[in-house]
């Protein structure tokens, strides 16, 4: 069965540093998303993707934070300036056309130090 | 704005007896409902939405608008069924469909 897929499984990065978390999305899908997961807290959404541009963003989601798709499989979270509050653990997911579940990638977990 | 509730934590359960997993949501719509499971070292996995009203793994969840909620049961719970669940809401038909997600539950089943 075809699956989303993330890298790295873990980054570490010193506060101010720019990060770049990775994602394949399953390969027919069209909806593109990434959701946040701060230890003991929710999964919360930052930003969906659909037809080479942002669909709907959160106010987490702000001027450091920007998504891109590179190429035909690539779909790229970006964190310009990260701060320690940026530490958490980053979902990717997808989904295809029409009325549709998504699908999860295994995340990213990201410490800042 | 569209929230997603799910007041316990933990539960705790031996295996055999029913457990009843408790979601309500606040959205002034006709949402779509969700439960995502998530087993130990794993990824988010859908485990069934309201609109395919089947049983996934002995589990059934039944959206009643009335009262806002989705809460998922199963009548005997198994060892594997320990796991993290997350109800999750959407906006039907929206541009982006964004999940909104309730703080999650743990299930443990003793044996």
């Known amino acids: 069965e075809p699956e989303v897929t993330q890298t790295p499984s873990h980054q570490v990065t010193q506060m101010g540093q720019e990060v770049i978390l990775r994602c394949v999305p399953i390969?027919?899908?069209?909806?593109f998303y990434w959701y946040r997961q701060i230890l003991g807290q929710k999964v919360e959404f930052l930003v969906s993707f659909y037809n080479n541009e942002i669909s709907e963003k959160s106010e987490i989601f702000d001027d450091q934070f920007s998504v891109e798709r590179p190429d035909g499989s690539n779909f790229t979270l970006k964190i310009r300036s990260t701060k320690l509050e940026d530490s958490a653990m980053y979902f990717c997911a997808s989904r295809p056309q029409g009325n549709q579940p998504q699908h999860f990638g295994d995340g990213t977990r990201l410490s800042i130090l | 704005a569209q929230r997603v509730t799910q007041p316990e934590k933990l539960l705790s359960v031996f295996k055999g007896a029913p457990v009843e997993l408790k979601c309500n949501y606040s959205y002034s719509g006709s949402p779509e409902l969700f439960w995502y499971v998530q087993y130990s070292r794993q990824r988010l996995q859908l485990l069934l939405r309201?609109?395919s009203r089947e049983s996934i793994k002995g589990f059934t969840a039944d959206l009643n608008k009335g009262e806002t909620s989705f809460h998922l049961k199963k009548p005997f719970a198994q060892e594997e069924d320990s796991a993290m669940y997350y109800c999750?809401?959407?906006?039907?038909?929206?541009?982006?469909?964004?999940?909104?997600f309730g703080g999650g539950t743990r299930v443990l089943v003793k044996p």
């Open positions: 999750a809401l959407s906006k039907p038909r929206a541009a982006g469909n964004k999940l909104t």
């Open positions: 390969s027919n899908h069209l909806y």
């Open positions: 309201h609109i």
